[in-house]
């Protein structure tokens, strides 16, 4: 049996190609006990994971705390906003205080690039990021490309655009390298202003034409506009935005083609996308929200099996 | 490695009909009945049983489903080697039905114990049987015991039951391992 090649789970380039097919494997048989009549399994009685949130979140911190519960951990949570971060503790003193209560898996979302890998160095605990500033959020794209394998059968070869934001957007960084990894083909799509100049170094075509990037792909991943991240305007107005590279039926119906639509939330329905599009049979936007319960609980559970006791 | 050959596929044959004589005894036509083979080994024998019933004592309304106990393992990270999940295939509902788990060995009763907890997952049975091809005797950790069992050997600890089907392995015959 196989074990992944990493102690951490800190950003998909520190994986394999294996570990995404151990993973997805180990996360179909969580998906078939998610659908059981009894969703939970008693492997992690003796684990216990805090879940440490620095920023926002709804779906992912939702969802990991479920994939948790339905391995019969014990959760402990935390967000900055209640914490003694606001009295000036750093994050190595902060993260110490709750392992010394005997934690063995931490879960976290911060808003400084590399907060994970920085902590992963000094605390002895696995670490899971759920997100580090604009850098990285693994578990995002392992559920986008366990949904394209799971609508598709296969990611090899197939062609993947992402739209939108990638200047201010770990979803698209995390999901290229996913992508790539398994053999892929991938563009970006977006308003120049919204597209890294690094981005061609990493094999990355840029298409600023929305049309021509939905006419070349298979698979259309729609990210929403950062606003917050935005400390200028990078565009004239939302208006403008939805124009050029808002998705609507009229403009899939043109295609001539069907293409997966999906969204790694939280959509601003009438902006990036429409909710006739969002809503429709093309988009696994849902799918990706059942299948990232069961992402994490493959991603915790081959880690936790590292854990001896 | 020493190979000492305990049951051949002539042997095989005629406990699987004793196996299927006993089960119908207790079960008649099966139609409160369900039968759950457990991953790897054990979905090989609940398979034949099946195909014995069906064919030779005309019972062709019988539930098969195959149960993966990975996760509800008490060893898990106590093991050298990390543990694989195998698939679970269970198109029924539990509740209510008597279940027959089938294994091919029993041995320290741990696998049993985790099926016991797993297959609640799936409601609650009315009753729960235990049918294994070997009960090796004097080995149990828990309080166990098979209700049907093929055959009863004493072997000791370091010894290895090893159960070759031909589904798999090309061959029917149960095989005991020992070092020296």
Request: net charge positive; proline share 3%.
């Amino acid at each position: 049996m196989k074990q992944l090649s990493t102690a951490h789970l800190l950003g998909i380039k520190h994986l394999k190609k294996e570990d995404i097919d151990l993973i997805f494997e180990t996360a179909d048989h969580f998906k078939e006990v998610i659908n059981r009549p009894i969703k939970k399994v008693p492997s992690l009685r003796d684990i216990t994971i805090a879940n440490l949130f620095f920023e926002n979140s709804t779906r992912t911190k939702l969802s990991f705390e479920l994939a948790e519960k339905r391995l019969s951990a014990d959760i402990i949570n935390f967000s900055a906003s209640q914490s003694s971060v606001k009295k000036g503790e750093t994050l190595i003193d902060t993260v110490n205080n709750i392992l010394s209560m005997k934690v063995d898996i931490v879960v976290m979302r911060h808003p400084n690039v590399g907060a994970s890998v920085f902590l992963s160095k000094h605390v002895d605990a696995k670490i899971i990021n759920a997100g580090d500033g604009a850098h990285e959020h693994p578990t995002q794209a392992l559920l986008d490309s366990y949904s394209i394998r799971e609508k598709l059968g296969i990611v090899k070869g197939k062609k993947i655009v992402i739209i939108g934001d990638i200047l201010h957007s770990r979803v698209a960084l995390s999901n290229i390298f996913a992508l790539q990894l398994q053999g892929a083909k991938v563009k970006v799509c977006g308003p120049t202003t919204l597209i890294p100049k690094y981005i061609s170094s990493l094999g990355v075509e840029v298409e600023t034409n929305l049309k021509k990037a939905l006419a070349w792909c298979d698979v259309a991943n729609v990210l929403r506009v950062q606003h917050e991240r935005m400390d200028i305007n990078y565009f004239p107005s939302i208006r403008e935005y939805t124009q050029l590279f808002g998705i609507n039926k009229k403009i899939l119906d043109g295609l001539g083609k069907e293409i997966v639509i999906m969204h790694p939330g939280p959509i601003n329905r009438g902006v990036e996308i429409t909710s006739d599009v969002a809503d429709s049979n093309q988009s696994i936007i849902l799918n990706q929200v059942e299948n990232g319960v069961a992402i994490r609980m493959a991603v915790i559970y081959l880690l936790a099996q590292q854990i001896k006791k | 490695m020493a190979k000492k050959t305990l049951l051949n596929s002539k042997d095989i044959h005629i406990i699987l009909h004793r196996l299927a004589c006993q089960l119908i005894e207790n079960h008649n036509d099966f139609n409160n009945t369900v039968l759950i083979g457990l991953q790897p080994r054990g979905i090989f024998l609940a398979q034949r049983l099946q195909d014995v019933l069906q064919k030779d004592y005309n019972i062709t309304d019988i539930k098969l489903g195959q149960l993966d106990i990975t996760f509800y393992r008490d060893d898990f990270r106590r093991r050298e080697a990390p543990l694989a999940a195998s698939n679970t295939t269970i198109d029924f509902i539990v509740e209510g039905k008597k279940v027959v788990i089938i294994d091919d060995v029993l041995f320290s009763g741990r696998s049993i114990r985790s099926a016991l907890t797993a297959i609640q997952s799936f409601g609650r049975p009315e009753s729960i049987e235990l049918l294994v091809l070997i009960d090796r005797r004097f080995s149990r950790h828990l309080p166990i015991q098979p209700d049907y069992k093929g055959r009863q050997v004493d072997v000791i600890n370091s010894e290895k039951v090893k159960v070759s089907w031909q589904e798999q392995d090309k061959k029917d015959a149960v095989y005991i391992l020992s070092d020296y």
